[in-house]
């Protein structure tokens, strides 16, 4: 047994859709006009909207309206043979069970199917029933509930009244919606001649000396690019050798700065390079003392662009705290690390929102260099839905 909503432009419309859809025994569950505000505020449209279910047993679907005219309320049919059959006593006896098992457990089904919509009812009054599974993906994801009201609510007012029909037309509105919630950056730009500083900053253990490795790596073995190296990160030995390590491994020159006052003589000490990338200590986002001596060195390197990294595997309000705290630092961009080990990825859209900077980079895997690729909305998007897997 199916329930669904139609919405059209006619109530003649949606019942040809719900006959055609659901068949002639069609019953109608209710039926009301809605109102839409167009989008940006473009006048209202008005809609019929229908709600109707495939079959019902007799006795309740007597009750209903139905599309081949069924009699509805007072004039209840009884079953066949209903008026003749014995009460069963103490329980009900195998014929009775074989008559009206099947009806009774249909009946539960559309019981239960009402009862969770009556619960999304609740949160979101007039939302069709085509978008009902959209949202539950939505909160499964991990999207925050005020998010994912906003989503479904946009999606429902930008779909024509025949796409609630096709699956994948709803799929592919709530991919975009979702999208458009992604701001992305272009990929960073090396151009011979000219040295940028790019400075990666961000809580510890995120993959901020992995990301500058692969992206070091990258720029210079697939775009010939002069790379160097700086790190500010000496608060552990072992951070500095493993800098040290993919520096030899890539054969870059690297330059270790202990104060800020070292910066610019590091930098010059590169040489003529292209691209330089500031590796930094990982500082905790409670750590405000620490992020403020990251903005000193940060100020004497004049970096022409910092990406703050965050991991994809961190909690909702971590992500949210290390957004908070390092906008102490100046951040231009944002790099998602470890998509390959998170569960979910909705905390991350909330996340994007709250910090309203573009996305640059995703890295999916330990493997440098491979393991990096340039932010796309739409991929983001899809794998946030889960309507794809990393390659
Ligand atoms: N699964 C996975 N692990 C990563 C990724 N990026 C970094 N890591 C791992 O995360 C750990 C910490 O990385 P590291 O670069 O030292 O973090 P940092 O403290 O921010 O510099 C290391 O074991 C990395 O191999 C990624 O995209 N996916
Ligand atoms: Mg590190």
Not at 81 to 99: E, H, Y
Not at 210 to 238: E, M, P, Q, S, W
Not at 309 to 315: H, T, Y
Request: net charge neutral; hydrophobic share 45%; aromatic share 4%.
């Amino acid at each position: 047994m199916r329930s669904k909503t139609y919405r059209a432009k006619t109530m003649k419309e949606a019942l040809t859709r719900v006959r055609r859809d659901l068949g002639g025994d069609a019953v109608i569950l209710a039926a009301r006009e809605v109102r839409r505000r167009r989008l940006f505020g473009l006048g209202v449209r008005a809609l019929v909207e229908v709600t109707a279910t495939d079959q019902m047993p007799p006795e309740v679907a007597a009750s209903g309206l139905s599309t081949s005219a069924a009699p509805s309320g007072a004039d209840r049919a009884r079953p066949e043979g209903g008026a003749t059959d014995p009460v069963p006593s103490p329980g009900p006896s195998p014929a009775l069970r074989a008559r009206f098992g099947e009806p009774l457990s249909r009946l539960h089904a559309m019981v239960e199917t009402l009862s969770r919509q009556g619960r999304i009812d609740h949160l979101l009054p007039d939302l069709p029933a085509e978008l009902v599974p959209i949202y539950s993906q939505l909160i499964e994801s991990d999207v925050p509930e005020v998010l994912a009201r906003r989503l479904v609510r946009h999606i429902d007012e930008s779909l024509e009244p025949d796409q609630f029909d096709h699956p994948e037309s709803i799929r592919a509105a709530l991919c975009q919606a979702v999208a458009e919630c992604i701001p992305v950056a272009p990929p960073i730009q090396a151009v011979a001649g000219t040295r940028r500083v790019v400075a990666l900053v961000g809580p510890t253990g995120v993959g901020k000396t992995t990301t500058v490795a692969k992206l070091a790596a990258n720029f210079k073995l697939a775009h010939g690019a002069r790379v160097g190296l700086v790190t500010v990160d000496t608060y552990r030995i072992a951070a500095v050798e493993q800098l040290k390590t993919y520096a030899e491994i890539i054969d870059l020159p690297l330059a270790v700065v202990n104060d800020p006052s070292e910066m610019t003589r590091a930098l010059d000490e590169l040489g003529p390079v292209d691209l330089v990338f500031i590796d930094t200590a990982g500082r905790s986002p409670r750590d405000e003392v620490k992020i403020r001596e990251l903005a000193e060195f940060l100020l004497q390197a004049r970096p022409d662009q910092v990406h703050l990294v965050l991991s994809a595997v961190a909690g909702q309000r971590s992500l949210r705290a290390a957004v908070d705290r390092f906008a102490m630092v100046q951040v231009d961009r944002l790099i998602l690390t470890k998509l390959d080990e998170a569960d979910s990825l909705g905390g991350v859209l909330a996340v994007l929102g709250l910090s309203s900077r573009p996305v640059s980079y995703l890295t999916t895997g330990q493997a440098v260099p491979d393991d990096i690729e340039p932010a796309d909305r739409l991929r983001l998007a899809r794998l946030i839905l889960r309507q794809e897997e990393l390659a």
